[in-house]
C-alpha cells in the first residue's frame, strides 16, 4: 500500500445509499444455506467499501480491518467503479454491443448494461460470479431487462464461463466483445496463472475486442514525490485477505501491463484508475498515491 496521507473520503454521491433486497428469482439455482457466512467474500467486502448493504458481519469485520491500516481504501473503491463506467461508455460508444463481465461482484447502479444502454439499448451483457449471494440478487438488478444473462462461475476456469448457456446464448462470438476483468485478478494467485487466464478468454474473442481490467498494488504513484510502499499498511491489508475465500495479491504496474497478452493497450495506458481518460478534474498526486488501483483498457488485433 501506498503511504497512509489523508483522512478517510467522505461517501461518494454517486454511490445509493441502498438497504438489502429480497433474493433473487428461483431460476438462480441457490438456497440461502449454500451462502458461504464463514469466512469474509472479497465481493461482499467491496460492497461494504462502496455503502452497500449487501454483506454479512463477517464482511464487514474484516473490512473495517482493512480501513483501519488503510483508511483510503474507500476512495480506491469508487475511484475504481467510477473507472468502470468511464471505459463502458467509451467502448459502447464506439461500438462494442457485447459484454462479459468476470468478478462482477455485488450489483451496484449504474451496473455495466445500465452505463451501456444510455447509448447502445440492444448491448447485451453476461455477469459472472463465484459468489451465490451475486446470483440472489442477480434477478433484481442485473437480469430483470432482456439481453442480460448471469453465471455462476469463477474467473480462474474460464473454460466453464465460455462453455456456460447462458454465454453462448447471449454472446456473438463472431463479433467483437468487451471483456470487463475489474479488480477481480488481484485475487488470483501467480499460481493460478491470471495471464493465461486472460489468454483463454482472448482465445474466444475476436478481432477488435476489448479487455478493460484493474488491478490493485503496493506501488507509490510514481509522480508523488512523497510516495512510498507503506510495508505495514500492506502486510495488514494482505493478513485480513489470507482469511478470506481468495488471497489478495498485489501486482506492480508492469506486471499488470504484462496480464494484457494479446491486447494492444490503448492511450493512456496502465494508469491510476482516475487518470484513464477522466471526464472530471483530476486528483492531485497525493490522492492518486492512495488510490491503489491501477486500470487500463486494451484491444484484440
Given at each position: 500500500m501506498?503511504?497512509?496521507?489523508?483522512?478517510?473520503?467522505?461517501?461518494?454521491?454517486?454511490?445509493p445509499?441502498?438497504?438489502?433486497?429480497?433474493p433473487?428469482?428461483?431460476?438462480?439455482?441457490?438456497a440461502?444455506?449454500?451462502?458461504?457466512?464463514?469466512?469474509?467474500?472479497p465481493a461482499?467486502?467491496?460492497?461494504?467499501?462502496l455503502?452497500?448493504?449487501?454483506?454479512?458481519e463477517?464482511?464487514?469485520v474484516?473490512?473495517?480491518?482493512?480501513?483501519?491500516?488503510?483508511?483510503?481504501?474507500?476512495?480506491?473503491?469508487?475511484?475504481?467503479?467510477?473507472?468502470?463506467?468511464?471505459?463502458?461508455?467509451?467502448?459502447?460508444?464506439?461500438?462494442?454491443?457485447?459484454?462479459?463481465?468476470?468478478?462482477?461482484?455485488?450489483?451496484?447502479?449504474?451496473?455495466?448494461?445500465?452505463?451501456?444502454?444510455?447509448?447502445a439499448?440492444?448491448?447485451?451483457?453476461?455477469?459472472?460470479?463465484?459468489?451465490?449471494?451475486?446470483?440472489?440478487?442477480?434477478g433484481?438488478?442485473?437480469?430483470?431487462t432482456?439481453?442480460?444473462?448471469?453465471?455462476l462461475?469463477?474467473?480462474?476456469?474460464?473454460?466453464?464461463?465460455?462453455?456456460?448457456?447462458?454465454?453462448?446464448?447471449?454472446?456473438?462470438?463472431?463479433?467483437?466483445?468487451?471483456?470487463?476483468?475489474?479488480?477481480?485478478?488481484?485475487?488470483?494467485?501467480?499460481?493460478?496463472?491470471?495471464?493465461?487466464?486472460?489468454?483463454?478468454l482472448a482465445?474466444?474473442?475476436?478481432?477488435?475486442?476489448?479487455?478493460?481490467?484493474?488491478?490493485?498494488?503496493?506501488e507509490?504513484?510514481?509522480?508523488y514525490?512523497?510516495?512510498?510502499?507503506?510495508?505495514?499498511?500492506?502486510?495488514?491489508?494482505?493478513?485480513?485477505?489470507?482469511?478470506?475465500?481468495?488471497?489478495?495479491?498485489?501486482?506492480s504496474?508492469?506486471?499488470?501491463?504484462?496480464?494484457?497478452g494479446?491486447?494492444a493497450?490503448?492511450?493512456?495506458?496502465?494508469?491510476?484508475?482516475?487518470?484513464?481518460?477522466?471526464?472530471?478534474?483530476?486528483?492531485?498526486?497525493?490522492?492518486?498515491?492512495?488510490?491503489i488501483?491501477?486500470?487500463?483498457?486494451?484491444?484484440?488485433?
Amino acid at each position: 500500500m501506498s503511504e497512509q496521507n489523508t483522512s478517510p473520503a467522505a461517501p461518494d454521491p454517486e454511490v445509493p445509499q441502498i438497504g438489502p433486497y429480497a433474493p433473487g428469482p428461483a431460476h438462480s439455482g441457490f438456497a440461502a444455506e449454500e451462502i458461504d457466512t464463514s469466512r469474509p467474500h472479497p465481493a461482499r467486502m467491496y460492497d461494504y467499501y462502496l455503502g452497500g448493504w449487501d454483506n454479512y458481519e463477517v464482511d464487514r469485520v474484516a473490512a473495517e480491518r482493512v480501513i483501519e491500516v488503510h483508511p483510503q481504501v474507500r476512495l480506491s473503491a469508487r475511484a475504481n467503479r467510477a473507472f468502470l463506467r468511464r471505459a463502458v461508455r467509451e467502448l459502447v460508444a464506439g461500438g462494442i454491443r457485447q459484454i462479459i463481465d468476470i468478478g462482477t461482484g455485488i450489483p451496484t447502479s449504474p451496473n455495466p448494461h445500465e452505463v451501456a444502454r444510455e447509448i447502445a439499448p440492444e448491448t447485451r451483457v453476461v455477469y459472472a460470479d463465484n459468489d451465490p449471494i451475486v446470483a440472489t440478487h442477480a434477478g433484481a438488478r442485473l437480469t430483470n431487462t432482456a439481453h442480460t444473462g448471469f453465471v455462476l462461475g469463477d474467473v480462474r476456469d474460464p473454460e466453464a464461463i465460455l462453455a456456460h448457456p447462458t454465454v453462448r446464448e447471449l454472446i456473438d462470438f463472431d463479433r467483437p466483445v468487451a471483456l470487463l476483468l475489474v479488480a477481480v485478478l488481484h485475487f488470483v494467485r501467480d499460481d493460478e496463472d491470471p495471464a493465461g487466464i486472460i489468454a483463454t478468454l482472448a482465445e474466444a474473442l475476436p478481432a477488435g475486442s476489448h479487455l478493460v481490467l484493474s488491478h490493485a498494488t503496493d506501488e507509490p504513484y510514481e509522480a508523488y514525490e512523497g510516495g512510498r510502499t507503506d510495508e505495514v499498511a500492506r502486510a495488514g491489508v494482505q493478513d485480513v485477505y489470507k482469511s478470506a475465500t481468495a488471497t489478495l495479491n498485489l501486482r506492480s504496474k508492469a506486471g499488470i501491463e504484462r496480464l494484457f497478452g494479446p491486447f494492444a493497450l490503448l492511450p493512456p495506458g496502465v494508469v491510476r484508475v482516475p487518470l484513464w481518460r477522466p471526464d472530471g478534474a483530476v486528483p492531485g498526486a497525493q490522492e492518486l498515491n492512495n488510490t491503489i488501483f491501477y486500470g487500463a483498457v486494451g484491444r484484440k488485433g
